[in-house]
């Protein structure tokens, strides 16, 4: 890849509003068999590699400055994490907390926007994730096939 592709495709990732930046970027594999280790229903775990693949490409410290939504599965600090040093809001936690790369902090804030919103009138707790509707939706079996789980 030459400097020049390099530069732009930094740029526009700069410009939407999405940067990656030298976060541990997980295998569907390795997320789907950390999620489970965690107590997450192997009947969920390919939806919720899908949503963290759409949201973040399985990276830790994704930030979408364009809408405030951080981590591997783009936790929104409108609702969720509170954007100045003192843990708050739903999860009771930092933004910058969602940016490392032991993702127990982020698996315990999705699990709780996901039980929140199941309360909500869909009944469907992935419908948090803008993502899921239009990528993760139905049987997602196939992001976790071959991984031994």
């Not at 489970?36 to 399985?58: D, M, N």
Request: glycine content about 10%.
């Amino acid at each position: 890849m030459s400097y020049k592709s390099i530069f732009c495709s930094f740029f526009f990732l700069l410009g939407a509003g999405l940067v990656s930046i030298e976060g541990k970027v997980f295998t569907k594999c390795e997320l789907a068999k950390t999620m489970k280790a965690h107590g997450f229903p192997k009947s969920q775990l390919g939806t919720w590699v899908c949503i963290a693949y759409h949201e973040s490409r399985l990276n830790t410290k994704t930030v979408n400055h364009a809408t405030g939504d951080y981590g591997i599965f783009q936790i929104s600090h409108y609702y969720w994490c509170s954007d100045s040093n003192v843990p708050g809001k739903g999860c009771k936690i930092t933004c910058k907390s969602l940016l490392v790369d032991d993702i127990s902090g982020s698996m315990a804030c999705a699990r709780k926007v996901f039980t929140e919103t199941q309360k909500g009138k869909t009944k469907n707790g992935f419908t948090a994730w803008v993502t899921y509707k239009k990528h993760c939706k139905g049987n997602q079996s196939k992001w976790i096939k071959g991984c031994g789980l």
